[in-house]
C-alpha cells in the first residue's frame, strides 16, 4: 500500500497543478482580452467651437459601415466615404437636370472643346485646418491625381494657376467628359498639406486635408475611423453640428451590421457611398421600418442588369438576346427586395437625361414570356445550355441569379449557375469565359458619365455592351457639351441599346440609410447639401442623437 | 528519462514534416499562377505582365517547388509565415491578434464544459445504467449530433429576436459571452462525458475497488477519494488534448455569432484566398495538436515509468 | 440456422439493442424519403414569388423560403443529396482507407513504416481546418462542383479506415488460421481476401455507420460555410445558411434543415453505437 499511496500523491500533484494551470490561463486570456477589445481611443475634441446648445445632443455619432475608409490612401485614393464627407467637388452634378453646378468653383470657361477649363473658385472657403482654398490647392490636386491616381493620369495633363482663385486645367482631350470628370470621386480637392512634403505631387500621402464637413482625427484600418466637425465647412453654411465625434465602424458582414443597429452598438448603418455592395440587405428595410428605425431612402441612377458574353456563341445572336430580355418579369425580382427597389423597366431611372423622352419613343422594356419562347423555338434554341456566373459575395445576386435561371427555364433555356467566389469571379468575367453575368451600370448621381464611359465605352475593359452604333454613340454623348444634342444622342443610344438588347436591366438600386429611433435627421440633411443640392451618397453633417 | 524524450521528439519530426508539407502544397494544388491572385487580391485588378512579374520574383515564386517549400518551412519554425496577402501585415501578427479572442472563447467554454462533463460523467458513471444514465448517454449522442451552427441560430432565435435578452453578436463582454458558450459547450461537454463515464466506469470495475468496497468503505470514498483520483489522470490528459478545438471548434461557433478569432480568420481567409494566412493555421492547428500530444505524452512518462519502455 | 433459432435471437437482441433498432429506424426513414422524394414533394427549384416567406401551412408543410420554394420538397430532396453525398464520400473512403490498411498491416516492414507515418501526419491536421481549405482553394479555380467537394472530404476521411484496418489486420496477422494459410502456400492476395477482410468486417462496417454520420455533419457545415453544394441544388447546410437573414421573420428556414442534419447524424451514430455494443457482445457470445 505504500508505494500506491506514494503513486497517489504523485498523481495528485499531477491533478493539482493541472486544473491551476489550465484555470490561471483561461483567467490570463480572460484579462488579455479585456486589454484587447479594440475601442477607438480617445481622442480629445479640438473643436469646442461646436456648443450644443444645452447639451441636445450626445457627443459621438457612432455609424457602422461596410467598407474600410482608407484613409491612408492607396492606389484609388482614400475610400468613397471620405472622398465625398472631408472632401468637396468644384462642382455637383444635377442629374434632372443634367446640369453641372458650381460648388467650390464659382464658375468656369471652356476652351478648345473642353481641352482647357478655366475655373474661378468662390473666396472665403477654408480646408479644415484653417486655410483657404485656393488655386494652388486645385493645382496640387491636379497634378497629384495626374502623378498618383489611374483616373488622373488618363485626365489630366497639367494645372496652371491663372491668379490667386483661378486655375486653369488642361487636359489630356477634349470633349464634355472632362467637365463632367470634375463632380467625381476621384476629383474632388485636396489641401497641399495632405501630403508631406507639403504641396509635392509625388509626395508622401498622410491624411486627406479637405474643405467638406467632416475631418479626419483617427484610423484603424478594417476596424475604425473617426472624424470632427470641420469648423470651418460649418460656418460656411450658416450650421451647427450635432455631434462633437463621428465614429465610423467597420462592420463587413451585412448582417452584422444590421444586428450592430438592432443591439444599441451603433446609431445608424449605411450603404457603401459607391453604391453596388456591402448594403443593408434590402429585405430588412421593411422590417426594421415595422420596429420603429427609421429608413433613409433614395434612388440612385444605377441599375442592375444581366450582361452578356456577346463577343461570342450563343450570345451573339440578337434574338437570343431578345428572348432573355422578353423572359424577365421584372416585377418577380424586386420582390425578393420586398419591393424597396424598382423595376426597370428603362434602362436608367426616369429622371436620368434622355429617359422619358425615349420612353416616350417606345424604349420601353417589357415582360413577354411567350413571344420570347417563340423566338427560342423558331431559332432553334430550345434546350440550350448557358453558364452564369455570380458573385457569391452578393448574397441579394445569387437569389435574384436563381430567379432568373427559373423563368429562362420556362422558355427553354437552361441555366448553369456558377456561384463563384469573388476572385474566381472575376478571373471568368476577365478571361471570358461565362455566357451570362450579374452587373450593374451607371452609379451614384455624379457617376452618371463616368460610368457610361467605363461601361459603352469601346476603350474599356469592363464593358457591358459595345457594338459599332453604340461605341459610335457613347463617344459622342461623352464629347457634346451642349445639352440639348447631347440629350438627343443619349435618346439615340438607348434606342441602340433596346434595340440591340445589348443588356438587361433588372431593377434600380437605391442608397440608404437606417437610424435608430433616437436619431435626429431626415432626408434632406441625409441626402442634400445645405444648399439645396442633392447627391445620391449619404451625407452626415446634419445627424445627431438625441439625448 | 531524457532518452525517452528525445525519441519522442525524434517520432514527432517526420509527423511534423508532412504537416508542413501538406500546408505548403495546398497553394500548389490548382493550375493557375499564385502571383496572379496574388496581385489581384492585393490591389483589386486585373494583373498585368509587368505586375505579375514584379510579385512573382518579390516573392520567390520563380523558384522550383522543393527550394520554395524550404524556404517556406524554414522560415515558418521561426514563426515567420510570409505576409498575408490582402492585409500586407505579417500573418502572424494577423493571427496574433485573433488569438485572444478565440482563447477568450475558448477557455470559457473549456472551464463550463470541464465543470459539467465531469458532474454528468460522474452522475451517469455512478448511477449505470439507471434513466440518469441512459439520458446522459442520449445527450452525449445527441451533442455531437446536433449541428453547432443550427443550435447557436436556434438560441439566438429564442434569446436575441423572441426575448431580446441577449445580445446576437459581438465580443467579448460577458454578455456576449453567454450564447456562443452554450452553443459550444453543448457539443465539447457531451464527447467529454462520454469520456469521464468511460474512464471512471473503468477505474470502478478494477480490484482495488473491490478490495475497498470489500473492506466496508462508504461508496462514496470509494468512488471519489480512490477511483475518481485515479480516474482523473486519463480524464486530465483527454482534456488537455482537445486544446486543439482552439481552432477547430472554434470556426462554426464564430461564424454565426461574429466573433472575429482564429476560426472565422480561416474562413475569412478561404474567402479572400489569402493563401499564406490558411496555410499558416492549418500548419499550426496540427503543430498544436502534436505539440500537446507531446507534453502529455512526456507528463505521462514522469508519472508512469512503464511507459517509458514502450 | 434454423428459424426459430432467427427468431428467440432477434427476441432476446432486440430489447438490449434498442439503441440499435431506434438509429435503424431513424436512418431507414431519412433515407426512404429520400428516396420517394419525387413521389411526396414539389419541384425543389420552382420560384414563386407571390409565396416567398410562408410560414407552415397545409400547402407548404414547412414553409417557403425567399424565392417562394416549398421548404419541405427542399429538405427532402436534400436529404437525397446528403446521403448520395454521404455514402459515396464513405464508400470512397473505405475502399482507399482499408486496402491502404490492409496493405501496410499486413506486409508490414517499410511499407508499414511509411504508410503508418502518412496516416499520422493526416491525423494530426484537423480534418476540418483541411477540408475547409481544400474545398476553398479548389472552388478558387474548379469552381464548387459536388464532385470537388467529394474529393476533398475524401482526402482527409480515408485515414479512419486505414488506422482500423491496419490495427485489425496487424492483430489478425499472428493468427492460426493465416499462418497454417502461409504455411501451406497460399498467396497472400487470396489471404487477405478470404480470411482477413471477412474477419475485418465487423469493426469497419462500425465505423462506416459513424463515419457516414460524421460526413453528412462535415458536408452540411461546409455548406452553411457557403463552400458546399451551391444554389440552387438544394442542401440542408445551405438551405440553414441562407436562412440565417431571415430568422426574424422567417425561422422555419433555419430551422427544419437544422432538425433532419441532427436527425440523420444522429441516426447513423446510434445505429453505429447499437452495431458497435452488438459486436461487443457477439464476442462473448462466440
Same mark, same amino acid.
Given at each position: ?17 493541472? @486544473? ?6 483561461? &483567467?490570463?486570456?480572460?484579462?488579455? /482580452? ?23 445632443? *450626445? ?31 468644384? !462642382? ?49 490636386? !491636379? ?89 470651418? =465647412?460649418?460656418? #460656411? ?10 465614429? !465610423? ?7 452584422? $451590421? ?23 440587405? #434590402? ?8 420596429? %420603429? ?5 433614395? @434612388? ?5 442588369? @444581366? ?55 417606345? /424604349? ?67 478571361? %471570358? ?20 464611359? =467605363? ?58 440609410? +437606417? ?20 447627391? %445620391? ?11 | ?76 519554425? #521561426? ?11 505579417? +500573418? ?136 475518481? $483520483? ?47 494566412? !490558411? ?28 511507459? $517509458?519502455?514502450? | ?19 440499435? +433498432? ?26 414563386? &414569388? ?107 476521411? =480515408? ?15 499472428? #493468427? ?105 457482445? *457477439?464476442?462473448?457470445?462466440?
Amino acid at each position: 500500500m505504500i508505494k500506491g499511496d506514494k503513486m497517489l500523491t504523485r498523481r495528485d500533484f499531477i491533478k493539482y497543478t493541472g @486544473i491551476t494551470a489550465t484555470t490561471l490561463l483561461g &483567467m490570463g486570456f480572460l484579462g488579455c /482580452v479585456k486589454k484587447e477589445e479594440t475601442k477607438p481611443t480617445e481622442t480629445p475634441t479640438a473643436t469646442e467651437t461646436a456648443k450644443t446648445p444645452a447639451k441636445l445632443y *450626445k457627443d459621438e455619432f457612432i455609424l457602422g459601415y461596410g467598407k474600410d475608409h482608407k484613409l491612408k490612401g492607396g492606389k484609388w485614393g482614400i475610400g468613397f466615404f471620405p472622398k465625398v464627407n472631408t472632401l468637396e467637388n468644384l !462642382v455637383e452634378y444635377d442629374l434632372k437636370n443634367d446640369e453641372y453646378i458650381p460648388y467650390l468653383a464659382k464658375k468656369w470657361d471652356i476652351e478648345s472643346n473642353g481641352k482647357v477649363i478655366t475655373f474661378e473658385l468662390n473666396k472665403g472657403i477654408k480646408f479644415s485646418d484653417g486655410t483657404e482654398l485656393m488655386a494652388d490647392a486645385v493645382k496640387f490636386t !491636379v497634378l497629384w491625381l495626374a502623378n498618383n491616381h489611374p483616373l488622373g493620369s488618363e485626365t489630366f495633363e497639367n494645372a496652371e494657376i491663372v491668379d490667386d482663385y483661378t486655375v486653369s486645367i488642361k487636359y489630356k482631350e477634349e470633349g464634355f467628359f472632362n467637365l463632367a470628370k470634375m463632380a467625381e470621386f476621384h476629383m474632388s480637392i485636396m489641401s497641399p498639406k495632405s501630403v508631406k512634403p507639403e504641396g509635392d505631387p509625388k509626395g508622401e500621402f498622410v491624411f486627406p486635408i479637405g474643405t467638406g464637413p467632416l475631418k479626419v482625427v483617427d484610423y484603424k484600418k478594417d476596424q475604425y475611423a473617426v472624424y470632427e466637425p470641420n469648423p470651418y =465647412w460649418y460656418e #460656411r453654411f450658416g450650421l451647427k453640428p450635432k455631434f462633437k465625434r463621428f465614429t !465610423v465602424k467597420i462592420i463587413k458582414d451585412e448582417d452584422t $451590421r444590421v444586428m450592430a443597429l438592432r443591439g444599441g452598438e451603433v446609431n445608424a448603418i449605411s450603404d457603401y457611398s459607391h453604391g453596388g455592395s456591402d448594403y443593408t440587405p #434590402r429585405n430588412q428595410l421593411g422590417v426594421l421600418q415595422k420596429e %420603429g428605425y427609421k429608413v433613409y431612402k433614395r @434612388i440612385i441612377p444605377l441599375t442592375w442588369i @444581366i450582361a452578356f458574353n456577346y463577343q461570342k456563341e450563343p450570345f451573339n445572336d440578337v434574338n437570343l438576346r431578345k428572348a432573355v430580355d422578353l423572359a424577365v418579369n421584372r416585377d418577380e425580382v424586386v420582390k425578393i427586395f420586398d419591393n424597396q427597389v424598382l423595376p426597370a423597366k428603362t434602362l436608367f431611372v426616369e429622371d436620368a437625361p434622355g429617359i422619358k423622352e425615349a420612353k416616350a419613343q417606345g /424604349v420601353v422594356y417589357e415582360y413577354k414570356p411567350d413571344e420570347a419562347k417563340q423566338i427560342v423555338e423558331e431559332n432553334g434554341y430550345k434546350g440550350l445550355n448557358v453558364n452564369m456566373i455570380v458573385d457569391k459575395a452578393q448574397g441579394d445576386q445569387i437569389l435574384v441569379s436563381q430567379l432568373i435561371q427559373q423563368q429562362l427555364k420556362e422558355i427553354g433555356i437552361n441555366v448553369n449557375l456558377q456561384i463563384l467566389e469573388t476572385g474566381a469571379y472575376k478571373q471568368r468575367r476577365d478571361s %471570358g469565359d461565362y455566357d451570362l453575368r450579374l452587373y450593374y451600370i451607371g452609379g451614384t448621381d455624379r457617376r452618371f458619365y463616368m460610368r457610361m464611359f =467605363w461601361r459603352f465605352h469601346p476603350a474599356r475593359k469592363w464593358k457591358a455592351y459595345v457594338s459599332d452604333r453604340t461605341g459610335n454613340l457613347c463617344q459622342k454623348i461623352l464629347k457634346e457639351f451642349d445639352k440639348e444634342k447631347r440629350k438627343q444622342y443619349l435618346i439615340e443610344f438607348y434606342k441602340a441599346i433596346h434595340e440591340e438588347h445589348g443588356v438587361v436591366p433588372l431593377y434600380f438600386d437605391i442608397m440608404t440609410v +437606417v437610424t435608430a429611433p433616437n436619431v435626429d435627421a431626415s432626408y434632406d440633411v441625409i441626402f442634400k447639401w445645405p444648399n439645396g443640392i442633392g447627391v %445620391g451618397e449619404p451625407l452626415f453633417y446634419g445627424v445627431g442623437v438625441k439625448v | 528519462m531524457l532518452r525517452y524524450i528525445v525519441r519522442r521528439l525524434l517520432q514527432v519530426i517526420p509527423t511534423l514534416l508532412g504537416i508542413s508539407f501538406i500546408s505548403f502544397s495546398l497553394l500548389y494544388v490548382f493550375p493557375g499562377d499564385p502571383a496572379e491572385f496574388i496581385v489581384e487580391a492585393r490591389y483589386g485588378v486585373e494583373p498585368t505582365q509587368e505586375m505579375v512579374e514584379k510579385i512573382r520574383m518579390e516573392m520567390g515564386l520563380d523558384k522550383p517547388f522543393a527550394v520554395q517549400y524550404f524556404d517556406w518551412l524554414s522560415k515558418a519554425i #521561426r514563426g515567420d509565415f510570409g505576409v498575408s496577402w490582402t492585409e500586407g501585415k505579417p +500573418v502572424m501578427d494577423v493571427i496574433l491578434r485573433r488569438l485572444p479572442i478565440s482563447a477568450e472563447l475558448f477557455f470559457a467554454t473549456f472551464a463550463i464544459s470541464i465543470v459539467f462533463a465531469l458532474i454528468l460523467g460522474i452522475i451517469s458513471a455512478v448511477y449505470k445504467d439507471k434513466a440518469i444514465d441512459h439520458i446522459c448517454r442520449i445527450y452525449s449522442l445527441l451533442g455531437i449530433s446536433i449541428p453547432s451552427f443550427w443550435l447557436g441560430l436556434i438560441l439566438i432565435w429564442v434569446f436575441s429576436v423572441q426575448l431580446h435578452l441577449l445580445p446576437a453578436f459581438g465580443c467579448c463582454e460577458l454578455k456576449h459571452l453567454i450564447l456562443p458558450v452554450l452553443t459550444w459547450s453543448f457539443s465539447f461537454m457531451a464527447i467529454k462525458t462520454r469520456f469521464v463515464r468511460a474512464s471512471l466506469l473503468e477505474e470502478l470495475s478494477r480490484d482495488y475497488v473491490i478490495t475497498a468496497r470489500a473492506k466496508g468503505l462508504p461508496e462514496k470514498l470509494v468512488v471519489f477519494r480512490h477511483a475518481l $483520483r485515479n480516474a482523473l489522470i486519463p480524464i486530465i490528459t483527454y482534456f488537455s488534448l482537445s486544446l486543439h478545438h482552439l481552432i477547430v471548434g472554434s470556426i462554426m461557433v464564430e461564424v454565426v455569432f461574429s466573433w472575429l478569432g482564429l476560426g472565422s480568420l480561416l474562413v475569412e481567409s478561404v474567402f479572400k484566398r489569402d493563401f499564406p494566412v !490558411v496555410q499558416a493555421l492549418v500548419f499550426l492547428s496540427g503543430v498544436l495538436l502534436i505539440t500537446v500530444n507531446l507534453i502529455v505524452d512526456i507528463l505521462y512518462a514522469i508519472i508512469d515509468p512503464r511507459v $517509458r519502455y514502450e | 440456422m434454423s428459424s426459430e433459432f432467427v427468431f428467440r435471437v432477434i427476441k432476446l437482441e432486440l430489447p438490449r439493442n434498442s439503441l440499435c +433498432v431506434v438509429g435503424l429506424v431513424i436512418v431507414l426513414f431519412i433515407a426512404t424519403l429520400g428516396l420517394i422524394a419525387p413521389l411526396i414533394a414539389k419541384d425543389p427549384y420552382e420560384t414563386n &414569388m407571390a409565396e416567398r416567406l410562408k410560414p407552415p401551412s397545409l400547402e407548404h408543410p414547412f414553409g417557403t423560403d425567399q424565392l417562394g420554394r416549398d421548404l419541405f420538397s427542399r429538405v427532402v430532396y436534400g436529404a437525397r443529396t446528403s446521403l448520395i453525398v454521404a455514402i459515396t464520400i464513405s464508400a470512397l473512403s473505405m475502399v482507399i482507407g482499408c486496402l491502404t490498411g490492409a496493405i501496410s498491416g499486413y506486409f508490414g516492414g517499410i511499407i508499414d513504416d511509411i504508410i503508418g507515418r502518412i496516416i499520422d501526419v493526416f491525423l494530426s491536421i484537423p480534418e476540418i481546418v483541411v477540408n475547409i481549405a481544400l474545398v476553398g482553394v479548389f472552388c478558387v479555380v474548379y469552381g464548387t462542383s459536388t464532385w470537388n467537394i467529394i474529393l476533398a472530404v475524401v482526402f482527409t476521411n =480515408w485515414v479512419s479506415y486505414a488506422r482500423i484496418t491496419r490495427g485489425i489486420v496487424l492483430s489478425l496477422k499472428e #493468427r492460426e488460421f493465416v499462418l497454417c494459410a502461409k504455411a501451406i502456400g497460399a498467396k497472400n492476395s487470396w489471404i487477405l481476401f478470404k480470411h482477413i477482410i471477412p474477419n475485418a468486417i465487423g469493426p469497419i462496417v462500425v465505423l462506416a455507420t459513424l463515419n457516414v454520420g460524421n460526413v453528412i455533419m462535415t458536408v452540411a457545415s461546409l455548406g452553411f460555410l457557403g463552400l458546399g453544394i451551391q444554389p440552387p441544388t438544394p442542401e440542408w447546410g445551405q438551405i440553414l445558411n441562407s436562412g440565417k437573414n431571415y430568422i426574424a421573420t422567417a425561422p422555419w428556414i433555419t430551422f427544419f434543415p437544422g432538425l433532419f442534419i441532427a436527425l440523420s447524424v444522429f441516426g447513423f451514430n446510434l445505429l453505429g453505437e447499437g452495431l458497435r455494443d452488438m459486436l461487443k457482445r *457477439k464476442r462473448v457470445y462466440v
